[in-house]
């Protein structure tokens, strides 16, 4: 999908870009702080939804703030994302993601506090910091992997998945060893600050060695009426929406069917490890001439059919639309890798991306909000999973647009 012109308007002049010299050393770090970066960006969602009954019932919130908190995340990803085009003009990519993940390992850390209040802050301090990663790390690719996008997007996204699905699995054991679901939420902060330490020497090299000059960049906004960026925003949208709506409310929709806590962590543990192939297979066959469209096809079919299933099937064959479910949730990498590839240089790439995702997460914030509160008021999941599937058929048609080769 090549890259077109934005509108005069969106463009923002500034004197050409220098990158830092890209010693091994530098290379190899690059790449250590990519995958720790990667590991944390579900990690703390994840870890939450998997322990929201458990947090609940131990810190007593009603049922409005029960859907609030699974809400939080995508609103600070619009919100807090929206900066992010402005705040690496400014400071640059690298520091803006340090600063990211300051405010995210600080943030899953006071979670571990065992207070509402604790518990509401440090999602929305540790989610703002979530939301600058979310949006410049398809820029910090573009500039640090310029002829492996696809490879490291594939790394990038891979490691996300591997770290949600290892946390979500593991945050119920843990939570129960330590006698305390805050304790346990809390500790994924642990994690975080390890990629804070391993993304240091990224940043101090990029200040060393690099003549990006500040203030440069692309306003993201006027990119939206072009046919490229509304359509790379309503997919993400789209896919964000039916993802943070299933990655909030899942194990708690099997564990209120009849399935133990341990049981629905488990499950949406096999969901999660499902989408790390399915993310990989999806890029090779996308990467394919003439073969994006089907592949996006075949991941909108795969959600579809899992929501399906989930109104129709037992609790007890949840392993069915969980795998389906999880191949669903791999079309994030090809979103990604088209957010990565698009644009004529970074500052463009970040507005796109910048457009896209705080955009896309804000409409995206009525998934697990709306999931919520459409259980309370209706005491079942039936309403919530059909208007699922409706989202998963228009992500179908979004995705033969977007795909239409028409797309400048």
């Not at 929206?82 to 640059?92: P, R």
């Not at 300051?102 to 209040?117: M, V």
């Not at 902060?189 to 940043?203: E, K, N, Q, W, Y």
Request: aromatic fraction near 6%; proline fraction near 6%.
């Amino acid at each position: 999908m090549s890259a077109s012109p934005p509108p005069a308007a969106a463009r923002i002049s500034h004197p050409s870009v220098e990158a830092a010299p890209k010693t091994r050393i530098a290379v190899v770090f690059s790449v250590i702080a990519l995958v720790l970066i990667g590991l944390n960006l579900r990690a703390g969602i994840t870890g939450a939804s998997a322990l929201l009954h458990d947090l609940q019932l131990v810190l007593g919130y009603g049922p409005l703030v029960a859907a609030v908190i699974p809400s939080i995340p995508t609103l600070c990803f619009a919100l807090a994302g929206a900066a992010t085009s402005w705040l690496t003009g400014k400071m640059g990519v690298e520091k803006a993601i340090l600063l990211a993940l300051a405010l995210l390992a600080g943030g899953l850390l006071l979670r571990g506090i065992p207070a509402t209040g604790m518990l509401v802050a440090g999602t929305v301090v540790g989610m703002s910091g979530l939301a600058v990663c979310n949006v410049a790390m398809p820029s910090f690719i573009r500039e640090h992997f310029a002829a492996r996008t696809s490879l490291m997007t594939a790394v990038y996204t891979v490691t996300m998945t591997t770290g949600g699905t290892v946390t979500s699995v593991a945050v119920v054991p843990l939570a129960q060893a330590l006698g305390s679901p805050s304790a346990a939420v809390g500790s994924i902060g642990i994690m975080a600050m390890a990629a804070l330490l391993g993304f240091l020497p990224v940043a101090l090299h990029a200040h060393r060695h690099s003549t990006r000059p500040a203030g440069g960049g692309t306003l993201p906004w006027p990119l939206l009426r072009t046919r490229k960026g509304a359509l790379l925003t309503a997919i993400f949208t789209l896919q964000a929406l039916l993802a943070y709506a299933l990655l909030s409310w899942f194990p708690y929709m099997l564990t209120t069917l009849g399935l133990s806590a341990s049981e629905s962590g488990l499950m949406f543990g096999v969901m999660q490890l499902v989408s790390v192939p399915a993310g990989v297979l999806l890029i090779a066959l996308g990467s394919r001439p003439g073969m994006l469209r089907p592949a996006f096809y075949l991941v909108s079919t795969a959600m579809a059919a899992g929501v399906a299933l989930l109104l129709f099937l037992p609790v007890s064959l949840s392993i069915v639309p969980a795998v389906l479910l999880g191949f669903g949730l791999g079309i994030f990498p090809l979103v990604m890798v088209m957010i990565s590839r698009s644009g004529r240089d970074t500052a463009e790439t970040t507005a796109l991306s910048t457009l896209a995702q705080s955009t896309g997460y804000l409409l995206a914030t009525a998934g697990p909000f709306g999931m919520g509160i459409l259980h309370s008021a209706t005491g079942g999941w039936t309403l919530p999973l059909a208007l699922l599937l409706v989202l998963a058929v228009v992500q179908m048609a979004v995705a033969h647009l977007l795909t239409s080769g028409k797309v400048k």
